[in-house]
Every structure is written in C-alpha cells, then in structure tokens.
C-alpha cells in the first residue's frame, strides 16, 4: 500500500509529505534546526499557493512545534526528528517514555 496523499511520512531520518506530484518535502535528520525551518517554511508557501489548506496547515503545526522546541533547546544545533519533537511534548504519551531496568 503506497502513501496516503497528503500525510507525512517517517523513516530512514527522513519526513515527507507526498502529494498528486510526489515527495515535495524532504528534511535530513543532520540539517540544523534554522534549515528545517526555512524547508518547512518554503513548502509552507508551496501549498498555500497551490490552495492544499490541510498539508499548509499540517506545516504550520510542525513549524510552531520546532519553534517551541529550539525555544526549549536552545543549546541544540541538529534538527531533531518528528518523533523527537512530538515526545518533547508529549513525554508521558506511551510512545514516549523510558523505563530504567
């Protein structure tokens, strides 16, 4: 089963948000935070000039949740990942937690 349009995607350090045309989004795990944020803001301008409100608005949420997280992590340099984010917001979320043996 292939991709659902529209919704991102994860794996191998990679995010994409494929669409009728293919990948148009594609951010390396090793990218600073500054170019993620410039990435996300370019395919940001990309769907709203198409018209895609659900992926511009996908876009947005990612943007404002790495903003808050370089607001947090100020000493970090290297992009974190999507599921890097989401458990610095949601650390209690089952996905997110870490049990010491």
Known sequence: MGPRVGWPEQGSGRVTFTGPIGPR???CAMASIGDQLQNYRSALSEAQAKGEQAIASKIEEQIRELEAFQQRHPEEAE???????????????????????
């Open 25 to 27: 989004l594609g951010l």
């Open 79 to 101: 992009a974190p990942s999507p599921f890097e984010v989401f458990c610095d917001l949601n650390p209690s979320d089952i996905n997110c937690r870490v049990y010491d043996d």
